[in-house]
């Protein structure tokens, strides 16, 4: 199998990084699409691109340089995120205005400031679709055990917490009513999908992290018949889409993250049908 | 206060903006079956939030037995159906509320959850998928889960709307059933006060920012 585990195969990083980062983005993104949160599945990670965009901008790095770029993309790309999951819970508080209209005005500004800070960077265009690719292939071996790191610890949680994270998604005031504070646990939710798009933004850009926040998600709900097997199937979805989207995309000469989403949503497309044609039998 | 699990004197109620109950005065007491009766916007999920706790009285007292647990059922249409759980799952995330986080849920708990669905009849078909039961069975559902919390306090926010009316008659049989049974204080908003006729203990009315209780109608 498993030459790509070798640390001598060339792209070993590339297809692990990118494994990783749809797994997590595709078991988080059950919540997403449960939770009617997909337009935060746009604005977080743009948010996320718009950080790194500021960053290189302000230091003169592009996203292709290796080392000391990457800690600093993933800087940017955390406190990016985290200011717009900020501005969003804390507005929440004394805002009576539906989330959707901040959630809106976050995009819109996000992506106004990623095309302007790109623009003012002397890489220019290439620095523009460097970043809305990602750089799957030059994750170093620092960055992928970071990766490694971040996601593990995002998985213990999830795992320790995930009664906690369904019973304030399904029911609110019914979790209140058993001593659970919906907003303690929201805020949980929120600091996981912060956590998974600010270092999957930096790993395989905006795109692929929406994508992989929404598209698992929403086959796996058609498929699954408990919380668990959901979760399952869209870790399945999204291993099937990452790995089998760079062998295709390096056969085809393709970029792997658009090829990923593509394969994902011919997935998604396809169950779909299937369900829809079995419902109709 | 005597043997009252919660009870509300001359409390003013709703929301600091927004008063929606005047001078309040209620006890909840065990073994009571009460129906809420009131129009639209009276201010019966105001009281209702009042006794769960999730609106702090603006004047006056509201006070509680000490580790009273309360269970809730809410109106059905609340909740998301997309979620990919069976009326056994929901049941049984009555039992969540006395789990530590690091550990998984017990055989205690399952039987708690099982027991619970047998008392509102729903054994038969708690396995299925939660999205595919009809509104009767759904509702019965949502109480087992509230009894699985082992509550001494049953409120419900109009269990009955939208069911047919054998499943409401059969809704209505099980809460009376429960009252009997475990002496559970049951508060139950509801539209249908012929329904609830002659199986109530009282009737809380609501109207013109006030309450007022009426013995056995």
Redesign the interface.
Known sequence: MIDFLSSDFLFRNAILGGWIVCVLCAVLGVYVV?RRLVLLGVALPQAGAAGIALVFFATGHSHGDPGQAHALALGGSLAATFAALGVLVLAGRTSTQPVEWRIGGILAIAMAATLLFVALSPTGDLEMTSLLRGELLAISDRDLALLACVASAIAVVFA??R??L??V???P??A?????DPMRWDLVLYLLLGAAISIGVMTAGPMVVFAFLVLPGLAA?RL????G??FAVAAAIATVSSVGGFALSYHADLPAGPVYVMIAAGIWVAVSIAMRALRGA | MAEARIAIENADLGYPARPVLRAVSLAVRPGEFVAVLGANGSGKTTLLRSL?G?LPALAGRVERAPGLR???V?QRE???D?????GE??AL??T??D?P??RR?SSRARSRARLALEACGAREFARR?YAQLSGGQRQRILIA??LA?EPSVLLLDEPTAGVDQASEAAILDALADLRRDRGLAVWMVTHHEEAVRGRVDRVARVADAAVTLEERP
Do not use: K, N, Q
Request: proline share 4%; glycine share 10%; aromatic share 18%.
């Open positions: 449960l320790l917490f009664r906690e369904l019973l998604s399904f029911d005031e019914f209140r009513t058993i001593g659970r709900l699954g018949r408990s919380m097997m959901t | 769960l999730f309360i269970g809730y809410p609340t909740l998301d997309r979620y990919p759980l069976s799952d929901v995330l009555g969540y509320g789990l986080f690091w849920v998928r889960r509230a919390t």
